[in-house]
């Protein structure tokens, strides 16, 4: 979501009643059902992906820099799950990462600002488990939004050097256009899927 004429707020309005991302339900699928893992929702918008998780057995930390997404998140989630979710509000840089299963980071990355993605993307290695997984988006060098200087856009060779502590098990490049919920946009996104070695 990047359009300065949009809020956040406005944007999580805007994609309500949204399906969840197909990223998280194809890492969810090499996990046993009703599984009592832990995972970080890292970016987690809406809550679509933690509510999921949620209702799925999973303990999840959400986190989001913007009130307004765990708000939306907040109103998903059943009384009988909230013992499992927590949340915080803070810059993805600044966070304490616990151990967990699962990373998922569906669309989020990119909005780290490059001064800071080596030292969030350490974290994020150090955090996932051995035998756990990321399941994330990056974006690549020619979507629209890579000209931006506070978004983090890498090459496939980048992307794949980033994984080196990892096995990829799915990896898609997507460089087409399309449209974000601000309007017409060319993507350029790498959709990775890897298990922790």
């Known amino acids: 979501m990047s359009d300065e004429n949009m809020s956040w707020d ?9 399906a969840p991302r ?3 339900l194809d890492v969810l699928e090499k996990y046993p059902e009703q599984a009592s893992l832990h995972a970080v929702d890292l970016g ?29 998140l907040m109103e998903k989630v059943p009384e009988d799950a909230q013992a499992r979710l927590q ?31 080596p030292t969030l993307w350490e974290k994020i ?13 990056f974006f690549g060098v020619r979507d ?4 931006q200087k506070d978004m983090t856009c890498h090459t496939e060779e980048q992307v794949h050097a980033l994984l080196e502590n990892f096995e990829i098990e ?23 899927i890897a298990r922790k070695t």
């Open 87 to 117: 949340t915080q509000m803070t810059k993805f840089e600044e966070m304490t990462f616990p151990t967990v299963d699962l990373i998922h980071a569906s669309l989020s990355l990119p909005f780290c600002h490059p001064d800071h993605f």
């Open 144 to 147: 629209s939004w890579a000209n």
């Open 44 to 72: 987690c918008g809406d809550g679509t992906e933690s509510a999921v998780l949620l209702s799925r057995g999973w303990h999840v930390l959400a986190v989001d820099g913007e009130t307004a997404a765990l708000q939306h």
């Open 22 to 24: 197909q990223l998280l």
């Open 125 to 137: 290695t150090a955090a996932v488990k051995p035998g756990g997984r990321f399941a994330g988006h």
């Open 10 to 18: 406005d944007y999580y309005k805007k994609i309500q009643g949204r």
């Open 170 to 192: 799915s990896f898609h490049e997507m460089d087409e256009d399309g449209q974000a919920a601000s309007g017409p946009k060319h993507w350029h996104m790498f959709t990775v």
